[in-house]
């Protein structure tokens, strides 16, 4: 069982669309942190949000942690091919040291 | 200045055989963590190793064990293989728990 759940599942969209992908939890986390997984490869971090509320952006892509750090969203503008990958979500626990992930989803953006 | 580094890449193995797996931290991290990802799942946390002595251990058999040395790198065994092993198994390290970088993992086939 899976103690982040992501949604949708999988996505696909034409160059130059928006996209929103979403993390929810019934759990507290202390941190949470979005990465890209391209196939053959590991997880590549993205960020790091640590605070209620905290919004980041990263060039086209924007972040946001839910005001009770339960839950995060990713959305991203404009899409381009080279954001196909597989976004995984994982958060931190006080006083746990692994990292909880979600199932993923994966992002195909057509040219 | 070098990332994780896994080996062997790949690997093939029988029912029942063993294996061992082996990761390289990356430069200044002196925690590693090893996490197995089937097909279609995100990363699912098998233990951590900090000084030497399994930190933190999650939901795996016994049959997954592990080691580090003094120089932070580490080994993942797997003892009894079954078909149900067979994923890819990731190495993260970090600096005390801190920024976790991923290796590309060793994909694990077992027939």
């Known amino acids: 069982t899976q103690l982040l759940e992501q949604s949708p599942q999988f996505l696909s969209i034409q160059e130059g669309e928006n996209l929103t992908v979403y993390c929810n939890s019934s759990s507290v986390f202390s941190s949470l942190q979005w990465y890209r997984q391209e196939p053959g490869e590991g997880p590549v971090l993205l960020v790091t949000v640590v605070t209620g509320g905290e919004v980041k952006k990263l060039k086209r892509l924007t972040f946001q942690f839910g005001d009770a750090r339960k839950d995060s969203s990713l959305h991203i503008t404009a899409a381009q091919p080279g954001d196909t990958g597989l976004y995984l979500c994982a958060g931190s626990r006080s006083n746990d040291y692994k990292l909880s992930f979600g199932a993923g989803t994966t992002v195909t953006v057509r040219a | 200045d070098a990332g994780v580094t896994q080996s062997p890449t790949h690997l093939i193995k029988t029912r029942g055989q063993q294996v061992t797996l082996r990761c390289s931290p990356k430069?200044?991290?002196?925690?590693v963590s090893w996490y197995q990802q089937a097909l279609g799942q995100g990363p699912q946390f098998i233990f951590q190793y900090y000084e030497e002595e399994e930190r933190q251990r999650g939901n795996f058999p016994d049959r997954f064990s592990g080691h580090q040395f003094p120089n932070y790198s580490s080994e993942l065994n797997v003892n009894a293989l079954l078909l149900g092993d067979s994923a890819l198994y990731l190495c993260?390290?970090?600096?005390?728990?801190?920024?976790?970088?991923f290796g590309s993992g060793t994909r694990l086939t077992v027939v």
């Open positions: 430069s200044g991290h002196d925690t």
């Open positions: 993260a390290s970090s600096l005390a728990g801190i920024g976790y970088t």
